[in-house]
């Protein structure tokens, strides 16, 4: 038997993810300090872990409705409205995924025919590109510049439209380049979703963790709500990755198209994570902002850092990750992470780990202790420091 024969063509050709390799090198070092997962460090609150752990005592174990329990749908609801803005019917208009990741894939898989095209930004989350391809779209990255601080850049996205786009991806706050995307620029973006008739998938999940001004949902402005399906979770801000829940509120006869994908992929979300996100949405929002503070205050020390060591460095406006430029230091992105996990033991990710338009960059998370940041930013600067020294020995000779 052929194995290849029996892997679909659109498997085949995914490439495998370049964190993950990298990782499993970071691994087996255990003196490594890692600026490269995307998870926050804190351990979910207490009062939602033990949310879980009364309703497990209660015996609560068995499938939910497949839209999500309906006091989680109603409190999404709420929530959603007091901080995104739009308001979402419970019963028909918000669906409980596991994870955005969930949410992401059988958004695409419900409106994607084969070949329709799906426009993005990059650099962006590395499941985008592969998620279209699954659903048997073609994806079409639309670059942003580190001149703009990688910043929407709405003309972009007009010029890149060609026939067959359906679908319009946005990610803001961004990772890996913690751009925001300000009112005026998403009130351009949503005409042009109305003149071409797109269909906004929204994936708003650091919408949390913004520092600069307030976060504003596409979904929010005229003529929005009914062709955008709003995507959040509870990962990243309420620090719950492992709980494996998202959720996706949108017009009832998208949610509708997704529920029927995901009733037979998923069922539901395990009820053990909604309980926990219940209690997240209820009583966790302190705590969401006690962690924000520590962002903002790890963020502003970070990129101090890199820009005083000589690595171009924007703010990033949300997000937990910092996207310094290594171009200048005489490596590609993807060597010089290779050579300073070797040499100072410090793991970053390379930035065409987000597709192409990341390149000469690297990504550093932030969510790690000021500790470990400390210690981190000066292995880098000794490190930063050895090229600059090499590169001026190599000129003498
Ligand atoms: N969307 C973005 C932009 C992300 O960065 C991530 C995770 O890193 C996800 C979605 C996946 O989130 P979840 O854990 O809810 O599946």
Same mark, same amino acid.
């Given at each position: 038997?052929?194995?290849?024969?029996?892997?679909?063509?659109?498997?085949?050709?995914?490439?495998?993810?370049?964190?993950?390799?990298?990782?499993?090198?970071?691994?087996?070092?255990?003196?490594?300090?890692?600026?490269?997962?995307?998870?926050?460090?804190?351990?979910?609150?207490?009062?939602?872990?033990?949310?879980?752990?009364?309703?497990?005592?209660?015996?609560?174990?068995?499938?939910?409705?497949?839209?999500?329990?309906?006091?989680?749908?109603?409190?999404?609801?709420?929530?959603?409205?007091?901080?995104?803005?739009?308001?979402?019917?419970?019963?028909?208009?918000?669906?409980?995924?596991?994870?955005?990741?969930?949410?992401?894939?059988?958004?695409?898989?419900?409106?994607?025919?084969?070949?329709?095209?799906?426009?993005?930004?990059?650099?962006?989350?590395?499941?985008?590109?592969?998620?279209?391809?699954?659903?048997?779209?073609?994806?079409?990255?639309?670059?942003?510049?580190?001149?703009?601080?990688?910043?929407?850049?709405?003309?972009?996205?007009?010029?890149?439209?060609?026939?067959?786009?359906?679908?319009?991806?946005?990610?803001?706050?961004?990772?890996?380049?913690?751009?925001?995307?300000?009112?005026?620029?998403?009130?351009?973006?949503?005409?042009?979703?109305?003149?071409?008739?797109?269909?906004?998938?929204?994936?708003?999940?650091?919408?949390?963790?913004?520092?600069?001004?307030?976060?504003?949902?596409?979904?929010?402005?005229?003529?929005?709500?009914?062709?955008?399906?709003?995507?959040?979770?509870?990962?990243?801000?309420?620090?719950?990755?492992?709980?494996?829940?998202?959720?996706?509120?949108?017009?009832?006869?998208?949610?509708?198209?997704?529920?029927?994908?995901? *009733?037979?992929?998923?069922?539901?979300?395990?009820?053990?994570? *909604?309980?926990?996100?219940?209690?997240?949405?209820?009583?966790?929002?302190?705590?969401?902002?006690?962690?924000?503070?520590?962002?903002?205050?790890?963020?502003?020390?970070?990129?101090?850092?890199?820009?005083?060591?000589?690595?171009?460095?924007?703010?990033?406006?949300?997000?937990?990750?910092?996207?310094?430029?290594? *171009?200048?230091?005489?490596?590609?992105?993807?060597?010089?992470?290779?050579?300073?996990?070797?040499?100072?033991?410090?793991?970053?990710?390379?930035?065409?780990?987000?597709?192409?338009?990341?390149?000469?960059?690297?990504?550093?998370?932030?969510?790690?202790?000021?500790?470990?940041?400390?210690?981190?930013?000066?292995?880098?600067?000794?490190?930063?420091?050895?090229?600059?020294?090499?590169?001026?020995?190599?000129?003498?000779?």
């Amino acid at each position: 038997m052929n194995p290849s024969d029996y892997v679909a063509d659109h498997v085949k050709s995914l490439p495998r993810s370049g964190i993950r390799d990298f990782f499993a090198i970071v691994s087996e070092m255990p003196q490594a300090i890692s600026l490269g997962i995307g998870e926050p460090d804190f351990v979910t609150p207490w009062k939602i872990r033990e949310a879980s752990i009364f309703a497990l005592e209660q015996g609560k174990t068995s499938y939910t409705d497949n839209r999500g329990l309906l006091s989680l749908r109603k409190e999404i609801s709420t929530y959603v409205a007091s901080f995104f803005g739009p308001e979402y019917d419970p019963q028909s208009e918000v669906l409980v995924t596991v994870g955005v990741s969930e949410a992401i894939d059988i958004a695409l898989r419900a409106i994607l025919n084969p070949g329709d095209k799906v426009l993005y930004h990059e650099p962006c989350y590395v499941s985008y590109a592969p998620s279209v391809t699954l659903a048997h779209g073609e994806a079409i990255p639309v670059g942003t510049v580190p001149g703009k601080s990688f910043s929407l850049d709405p003309e972009a996205f007009e010029q890149a439209w060609e026939p067959g786009c359906k679908i319009l991806l946005l990610n803001f706050p961004t990772n890996p380049t913690g751009g925001t995307a300000d009112r005026s620029k998403l009130e351009r973006l949503a005409k042009f979703a109305v003149e071409k008739d797109l269909i906004v998938i929204s994936d708003e999940i650091y919408a949390e963790l913004t520092y600069e001004g307030e976060h504003v949902s596409i979904a929010e402005l005229p003529g929005m709500k009914e062709r955008t399906i709003l995507l959040h979770g509870f990962s990243k801000g309420f620090a719950m990755t492992g709980f494996r829940v998202g959720f996706a509120c949108g017009p009832d006869w998208l949610i509708e198209a997704m529920m029927k994908i995901h *009733q037979y992929c998923m069922m539901c979300a395990p009820i053990l994570s *909604q309980e926990a996100a219940l209690e997240a949405l209820r009583h966790g929002t302190e705590d969401v902002m006690r962690m924000r503070d520590q962002y903002q205050k790890r963020r502003d020390f970070i990129v101090r850092r890199f820009n005083e060591m000589g690595l171009d460095c924007h703010l990033p406006r949300g997000s937990f990750y910092a996207f310094p430029c290594v *171009q200048t230091l005489g490596l590609n992105e993807v060597d010089f992470c290779h050579r300073l996990l070797r040499e100072q033991e410090v793991a970053v990710v390379p930035g065409t780990a987000f597709g192409s338009h990341g390149e000469g960059h690297v990504r550093a998370s932030f969510s790690t202790s000021y500790e470990k940041l400390v210690k981190a930013a000066d292995r880098m600067e000794s490190f930063v420091g050895s090229l600059s020294k090499e590169r001026v020995d190599e000129a003498a000779v």
